[in-house]
């Protein structure tokens, strides 16, 4: 490098040429092998102790992003921020001017770089932007360097430090050489700084674009639904989302590995032709109906879903993924089931009480009939020989007796198909061994066919709670017990099996046990056997919701119901047996007291009124009541308002309740308008004992009922009890006066 201004020319033109070859072959100079490489082509020309380059950060720091010491890439962070000298950093970034420093122990020594490293002296050379059509330098590194270098504008974006291993070595050193490779490294560092800047904006938008996917599958694990996504070629699961596994309890990624997971997934044949049509239909681009099924779930029981599956096309029309969610409907399904439920027994309310009315009608006849028929048998005009007296007299007794029995069956219905009570309604003092016989002969047709019938009633105090409710209960376990009992295969076949129901108390609680000697629930059954649904029998025997309903009545009447099996002391162990408990009423409490027996009270002749549509009910009852009464009769409520318009004057009203044309409670609402004491002579009749309006009529007019058949002894009663009230209340209020 001595050798002369020709040959030290030359030598600079070879130094440059290493120096931009290096350069022109690394498109990021700034990286650890690329700047090793470019310290190398520089060292072989000039010896140095260090070679850096630095870039000026806001408030006087420098970043180097690469030192080179000796014949190796140095220890230090790459990147590591420096403090700088303020003369380094004026001279060089302010005015674009090379700084050196003779001895760096003098105080003007970088950290790092100073004689703890064996650096003793450097000179730093301002590296500028490239010019206009050559490199073009970032306008963002440009506009760093400015703000670096106190805003004066200058070009300048790094700074080249060459560092030597003794004090003044600096001042020696090929200053021309440096200037030139400082020059020449322009380009190659502003297109560094153009590729740092990039691969940060990549890495940002590679973080945020992390950040949004990991958003997104928080959001598609903890949505309340199972998401998946099928391979539209073999129809396999390729995604499926965490809360799949929270809701069937099947890790993800074995159902990612389980082939046909989703199809076996669903409980019944139904749910898998379901999902299978859908798919099929996604294959080939379009969308189907949503569908509803069950699905399994591991350890717990079956759930109900809403499925819907659907196609992802692209452009030109290939479908890229077949996609679906499961949304578990299990409470809309079950509240859904149960209106359904509710209505069922609306509708068995209003059938049964069309049938009591057409029963109890022809059967109030037959009653009277019959009270008729034997009193002429046993007028002194019959004469009978023998046993034909006794013998008629027995006939008559087993026919009312038969009449009587069709009478209670029907009240039976009335017992389980009336409505529910709506809550804080006020309850009945039920008689839980009347309940038990009016279940028992509802069931008795399904029972026998398949056991006997056992019944031990002890007398218990009555129970406290909705009317008909416990009924209802009674006979869902009933026919449970029947049905767990298979049917003799031949009529011949002995039934020794049994149906047992028993009641007891200790004073403070009612006890009801049915058991059987059936099938039994299976162990693993029986604490799922309350949850809606849950049913081992077929969908043409039952719904699943039988026991979870009666659990429901039970607690809300302050009882509960237990279930064991197999039936304790049995042998062989079998059967079922199920436990009601439920508190006895106290002496105290407030109850919907029952209608109870009028009793007998003797009156004066009065004049009755007896508005019936069933002229043979009417007849027999004017010949019965016609004994005691002066008796007319009307064949309806407008012929009823003809004969009071027209000045016949009555004392008691006997009135149906439900007739052709205009019903009872409208002739009474007319009656009470125009004449309130003949209103208060009402005695209304009916086939139909129940009813939400029924029951709401009588409570706001207050007036009495005969429920459909009664005997003539209860007519006479209630018209006596009445003719003496309001004639004591016409003494009472002529007083007054």
Known sequence: MHAGPASERVGRLVALNAVLTVVARHSNLLLPRPFEELAGAV???????????VFPEPEGELCAYAVFRGDALSAAPFGARLPAPAALFRRVFAEGEPFSCDDTRAGNALK???????????VALPVRAAPPGAEAGSSAARSGAAGAGGGFGCTVIAALVVGYGDAGAAASAPAALLEEIAEALGAGLDRSLRVVAGEREAAERLLRIRELEEQHRNLLDNAPLIIFRLDPGSGELSFLNRHAERLLGVPVAEALRTPGFLGEAHADPEGVMCFEDAVARAKLGAPSASYEARLRRRGGDAITA????????????????IEGVLADVSTEHAARTRLIQVDRLSTLGTLAAGVAHEINNPAAFILLGLDMLDRLLRGPNVRMEGSAASSASELVKELRDSIKRIVDIV??????????????????????????????SLTRGQIIERAQIVKNLSEVPPILMDDGRLGQVIVNLLVNAAQAIPKPTSKHEPRDQTVTVETRSDGDTVEIVVSDTGAGIAEENLPRIWTPFFT??????????GLSISREIIERAGGQITA????PGSDPPCGARFIISLPAAGRDEEAT?????????VSKRARVLVVEDEASLARALSDQLGRVHEVALAPSADAAMGMLAGGQRFDVVLCDLRMPGTSGDVFYTRVRESDPALAQGFIFMTGVGFGADVERFLASSGRRLLEKPFSAEDALSAIAEVVTANRAEERESTRSR
């Open 43 to 53: 060292g072989r020309f000039a010896a140095f102790q260090l070679f850096a380059v």
């Open 112 to 122: 790092d770089m100073g004689p703890s490293e064996g650096c003793l002296s450097y």
């Open 306 to 321: 809403r499925g819907t599956v659907y196609p992802l096309v692209s452009d030109r029309g290939r479908v890229v993924a």
């Open 411 to 440: 009240r039976d219905l009335k017992l389980f198909a009336s409505p529910p009570q709506p809550e804080g309604s006020r309850r009945t003092l039920t008689d839980a061994n009347r309940t038990v016989d009016s279940a028992l």
């Open 536 to 545: 081992t029998k077929g969908p043409e025997v039952g719904t699943g919701l």
């Open 564 to 567: 064991e099996s197999p039936v």
């Open 593 to 601: 007291p029952s209608v109870s027996p009028v009793p007998r009270l």
